[in-house]
């Protein structure tokens, strides 16, 4: 089909009501007679609980509703993970006996207003009994380690290992062996709304609705359901805009304990997360430890790669071994190997719990994989961007099949290498980077090319819970109405939380329905009573692009259908021989003999005596889109853990003050191809701001923990965020190689520049410090640490761990 609105760079329609104040967030919601929440929080990483003393809070003039971890136990089910544990511990909205982590909410409180229930949140006491926290995740696997919870009987979650290939047989025939370990550590985006939920309990029905943040909102309406012990149908689950979400906007614990105050009060009770207690416990990505061997030939060729992975989960379950599980979708990066070992812990220590974060997993295995590449290439002496154009999956061998079952639906790794380097001309570059380091100017050329995985195949989860798990596969829904007037409304299980959904699904539609474009609304509030959702609807794992596309499309061309159907009927005429172009339908040859769309709408929802072509009045259909590669692990445990994969190169420059080591992002290039652009300004504002992700993820974010387990970086004056001027001028251009598995031969885009940059940044670094040896093994690179080693005549940055 031809399309008029699909690729054009068209201003965002959510832009013009935020720019003008009309947008609402959740919390300009309010609802008539409102409290508002607080939470006494751990001081402790680990601690008995020996007594709560409420009495002063309870008698405070405006305090509605106080509740502990006992009163969580007695009136919900304990929380079950995203992905089903063979031995999972019980976990509650509040802490229940005991705290595992600085800042777990242990008291719930609602008063008419925050100040008054935070008053009152002083006034509570509680006696505590402190224990040994364990923090490392290696001190953890050890068998005298504190136990994060005594009844798993051990800190690991899950454990397992996956051969793919023959991976013995690659090191048997393999020229020499390098080895390497990279560290990861924890950071997380911030959103500019922090984590909101208000909830109102109907006593005369026992039903609940909720306001409030989910990126996975049927997952979280059916978790709730579970731990509160009601129908899914007794929750009405509404989630406004998010201002921003990147992954970390999933905590149905934080939910169901307003759920309960909202219950206990008989009012609506409402409460907006400040942002100390985001940094400290909405959530944070996961730190990480990853050794690696890999059998390479003479000549640059890399046979295999063995991995093996500690995750630190913190003390949560919600996410455990997800990351570990998705980093298999880009184990293999951009390259052709021959076998693949992976073998993963999931281990729990006393810190935040883990959540998603732009990317999950896939950084930390982007960054491990081109560390190894890059050590590869200093072991044999070739230049770092040779290595990777001897490995290359080449063009001419798409669709890939990796040795864990992803595959890869197009592009074209050489060419995009080939532009990157173009682009900041690379010989040249070399050449003046020589010159500089004969005057002691430390300049650094960093090289990083990635898949970017987009839409998860849930299935990946029976890789830990075995087949009898029920959620598999993915999504979405969508349903689409023709009005009265000509125009069309959208509805999807998808969210709004700032990437341009609305505006790229209008064009969409646009397109399908032969309309204009401003004739197109997109309902960007998710209500569950209105909206369709499988579960696994939602804004999460760059899905958009094979999922809710495909979906709206299913529905638009439903409706089309009906509607020239009706439009036949109406001209007496051949369905076949109708043409729909700018809101008309005449006869192909005859364009005189033509109705509106609006007419034609008109009468299938007034003109009900009419004959009904398809059975039944109205313009309206509804989609459910079920991916066919998503399957189940086969036997060899292979699956499909992603769906497309986009791709991109990345090329850093920096240089590192030889004197102070700061460092200097001094250019920026990214080369990337997503496929088909529906909307190339939404594109280039996604790639830009993930790249600004991955820079600050690497240089400047880190949450620090001293040995007591207490969190040292809780506001912006400690936890570091990038301004304009921190960041370099993203530079670029584009790639557009169609993926062959979706309609519009789209790729995802939402988590790119997160991914690569990273690791790009870590190759430019250790590329300046070449002249002094150093070689870059750890995240974040910081320039007083980096000090501390050339001080000490070391030759590997590495994290000390904190």
């Known amino acids: 089909m031809a399309t008029k609105w699909v690729g054009q760079a068209l201003e965002r329609t959510e832009d013009r009501r935020l720019m003008t104040t009309a947008g609402h967030f959740i919390d300009d919601l309010t609802l008539p007679g409102v409290l508002h929440a607080a939470y006494v929080r751990s001081p402790h990483a680990r601690a008995k609980i020996r007594h709560i003393d409420l009495r002063r809070a309870l008698y405070r003039p405006g305090v509605y509703a106080v509740i502990t971890g006992d009163d969580v136990a007695q009136l919900t089910r304990p929380q079950r993970g995203r992905v089903p544990l063979p031995n999972s511990p019980k976990v509650y909205a509040l802490a229940y006996q005991q705290v595992r982590y600085v800042g777990e909410p242990v008291v719930g409180i609602a008063a008419v207003d925050r100040a008054t229930a935070e008053d009152a949140a002083d006034l509570i006491r509680v006696e505590y009994d402190p224990l040994p926290p364990v923090l490392d995740p290696e001190e953890a696997l050890r068998a005298d380690a504190p136990l994060v919870f005594e009844e798993v009987g051990s800190n690991i979650l899950w454990h397992n290992t996956f051969p793919y290939g023959d991976v013995d047989g690659a090191f048997a025939q393999a020229d020499t062996v390098v080895n390497e370990r990279v560290t990861i550590h924890r950071y997380s985006s911030t959103p500019l709304e922090t984590f909101g939920v208000m909830a109102q309990f109907e006593a005369a029905t026992q039903s609940y609705t909720i306001w409030g943040h989910t990126q996975q909102p049927a997952q979280d309406l059916h978790v709730l359901a579970a731990a509160l012990d009601v129908s899914p149908g007794e929750i009405r689950m509404i989630v406004p805009p998010m201002g921003g979400s990147f992954g970390n906007k999933v905590r149905p614990l934080f939910i169901i304990a307003v759920a309960l105050l909202a219950r206990k ?184 090319t990635a898949v970017e995985p987009g839409g998860s195949n849930l299935s990946y989860g029976m890789l830990v819970s075995g087949p009898s798990q029920l959620l ?74 094979g999922h809710d596309t495909v979906a709206a499309i299913g529905a638009a061309r439903k409706v089309r259908e009906k509607l020239l159907k009706r439009a036949a009927a109406q001209l007496e005429a051949n369905v076949d021989d109708l043409e729909l172009r700018d809101g008309r339908i005449s006869v192909r040859g005859a364009p005189d003999k033509g109705v509106t769309v609006a007419q034609v709408a008109g009468r299938a929802y007034w003109s009900l005596a009419d004959e009904q072509p398809d059975g039944e009045p109205g313009l309206e259909a509804l989609y459910y889109y079920s991916n066919p590669l998503a399957k189940h692990p086969d036997e060899k445990k292979r699956v499909r853990v992603q769906l497309g994969f986009a791709s991109a190169a990345h090329v850093a420059v920096v240089e590192v003050d030889r004197e102070t080591f700061e460092i200097k992002v001094l250019r920026y290039i990214v080369i990337h191809d997503c496929g088909r652009q529906i909307n190339p300004g939404i594109v280039e504002g996604q790639v830009h701001g993930a790249a600004a992700h991955g820079i600050a993820a690497a240089l400047l974010e880190e949450f620090i923990y001293d040995e007591n387990g207490q969190l040292l970086t809780t506001t912006f004056m400690d936890y570091l965020k990038p301004t304009a001027a921190d960041l370099p001028n993203i530079e670029g251009d584009r790639l557009e190689t169609p993926s062959p598995l979706t309609p519009l031969g789209t790729k995802g885009v939402g988590e790119g520049g997160a991914v690569v940059a990273p690791a790009a940044i870590a190759s430019a670094v250790e590329d300046a410090l070449a002249p002094l040896g150093i070689h870059v093994a750890a995240l974040p690179i910081v320039p007083s640490r980096l000090w501390e080693v050339a001080a000490a005549g070391l030759k590997r940055y590495e994290n000390a761990r904190k």
């Open 472 to 545: 598999s596969g993915q999504g979405e829904a969508a349903r689409v109405r023709l009005e009265t007037d000509g125009s069309a409304t959208v509805f999807t299980g998808g969210l709004d939380s700032g990437q341009g959904h609305a505006t790229a699904l209008a064009q969409i539609v646009a397109d399908e329905l032969g309309l204009d474009v401003r004739q197109i609304r997109v309902a960007t509030t998710f209500d569950s009573a209105s909206h369709p959702y499988v579960m696994t609807s939602g804004v999460y794992s760059n899905k958009f692009h």
């Open 265 to 448: 009060a008989g009012r609506p009770v409402k409460w907006i997360e400040d942002r100390r207690e985001s940094l400290l416990a909405l959530g944070h990505a996961a730190d990480g430890i990853m050794e690696m061997s890999a059998a390479v030939k003479t000549d640059g060729t890399v046979l295999a790669i063995k991995f093996r992975n500690i995750e630190n989960e913190g003390a949560g379950i919600d996410f455990a071994a997800r990351h570990n599980l998705l980093m298999l979708s880009n184990i293999a990066n951009c390259y052709r190997f021959r076998a693949l070992s992976y073998e993963g812990y999931s281990v729990v220590t006393n810190r935040c719990p883990v959540v998603a974060n732009r990317g999950i997993g896939k950084p930390f295995m982007c960054f491990s994989v081109e560390r190894m590449i890059d050590a590869v290439a200093r072991k044999l002496k070739i230049d770092r961007s040779e290595i990777r154009f001897r490995n290359f999956i080449q063009p001419d061998q798409f669709p890939y099949d990796t040795p864990t079952g992803q595959t890869y639906d197009s592009g074209d790794y050489p060419e995009m290498l080939r532009k990157a380097l173009a682009a900041v001309d690379y010989e040249k570059l070399k050449g003046e980077q020589a010159e500089g380091r004969k005057r002691g100017r430390l300049l650094g050329i960093g090289i990083a």
